[in-house]
């Protein structure tokens, strides 16, 4: 999995388009909130952290060879996969605040 570089330029528009699903837009402001990672957006449809392949209006997520989505789906799914904090717990977003902190 690639790691965060700050000198890498952070295209945020490219994660957000008009008209998203409301899923999608909840996913990308939740991945934002707790990026450690570089986040792509492959489709307009999908978004990819590492090896794993998230389509947040089905909830379906894939790792990279794999020919079956792993069996739970959801965005709190997605975050555990990703070893991340739970969306709405105490700790989501700690990583952003304590980057403002700084």
């Known amino acids: 999995m690639s790691t965060f570089d ?6 945020f528009d490219k994660l957000f388009h008009p008209g998203d699903h409301p899923r999608m837009t909840e ?5 934002l ?5 570089y986040i792509r957006r492959p ?7 590492g090896d794993l392949n998230f389509w ?11 020919q079956k989505s792993l069996p739970e789906q959801g965005l709190g799914a ?3 996969a990703l070893g991340w904090p739970e969306p709405g ?10 980057r403002e902190a700084r």
């Open 27 to 31: 996913a990308v402001r939740y991945l």
């Open 89 to 98: 717990s105490p700790e989501d977003g700690a990583w952003a605040r304590e």
């Open 78 to 80: 997605f975050a555990r």
């Open 43 to 49: 489709s307009p449809t999908q978004l990819k952290v």
């Open 6 to 11: 700050p000198n890498r330029p952070r295209t």
């Open 56 to 66: 947040p209006k089905s909830g379906k997520i894939y790792r990279d060879g794999d």
């Open 33 to 37: 909130r707790n990026n450690r990672t």
